[in-house]
């Protein structure tokens, strides 16, 4: 079994609807992190989580909103989704202390399309 | 100027060939460098990192940091059709919790049979 997984693989939606990404890792590890990734624009950081009591907004936060449920759970929501947040979305975990606090595990992604 | 820049490509080699992948930066904090390898329709997976400058090579790669240009390459040796990905490259200070990495773009490579 994969030790990150997220659901669902594939979404297609309509403006302003609401949306949650979910995302489950059985690696033990206590950080993760929410990312999307656009042609030519690579892979920029949307909000990351150290525990269950730590979430901090990454460098394109606006219109997302994240849930840390548990220490193996993290979600990521578009409270009213729009065409610009087209993308893939890629859930990631990491370790704590020297280049594993550096190293990140990803998930599969989910490919949402906002009609 | 973006903190990591790299040419998207796509980049379509014949198999064998010596491929050249490249990055620069800006930050000089940065001490952790990074290659991932993603396939397509699959998440990104690390494929060799580098702890400040100097050489790395494990099997056909070698990862390559010059600091003091602020540039990063990865060298794939008798490239083969399985190599055929976008290789990102991403950089951390790494020196407290909170560093983030920061991605390259990623380039996409072709290997052609």
């Known amino acids: 079994d994969a030790d990150v997984t997220q659901t669902p693989r594939n979404r297609i939606t309509k403006t302003g609807k609401r949306i949650m990404l979910e995302c489950s890792q059985t690696k033990g590890h206590d950080r993760m992190y929410w990312y999307r990734q656009d042609p030519g624009l690579g892979l920029r950081l949307i909000y990351y989580s150290f525990d269950v009591k ?19 759970k993290f979600s990521l929501s578009l409270e009213s989704a729009i065409p610009n947040q087209t993308a893939l979305y890629f859930c990631a975990t990491g370790g704590v202390g020297g280049f594993s606090r550096t190293e990140q595990f990803f998930g599969p992604g989910t490919r949402l399309t906002v009609l | 100027q973006k903190e990591v820049e790299q040419d998207p490509g796509p980049l379509s080699v014949p198999e064998g060939a010596i491929v050249s992948l490249n990055c620069t930066y800006s930050n000089s904090a940065f001490q952790y460098f990074m290659w991932y390898r993603q396939y397509s329709r699959k998440g990104p997976e690390l494929l060799m990192y580098t702890y400040s400058s100097g050489n790395k090579e494990d099997g056909r790669f070698t990862a390559q940091v010059d600091k003091s240009s602020k540039y990063i390459s990865l060298f794939i040796r008798d490239s083969q059709p399985s190599d055929s990905a976008t290789y990102l490259c991403a950089m951390s200070a790494g020196e407290t919790s909170y560093d983030k990495v920061i991605f390259g773009p990623g380039t996409s490579l072709s290997v052609i049979p």
């Open chain 1, 54 to 72: 730590d979430i901090n907004k990454g460098e394109i936060s606006d219109g997302y909103s994240v849930s840390r449920q548990a220490q193996a």
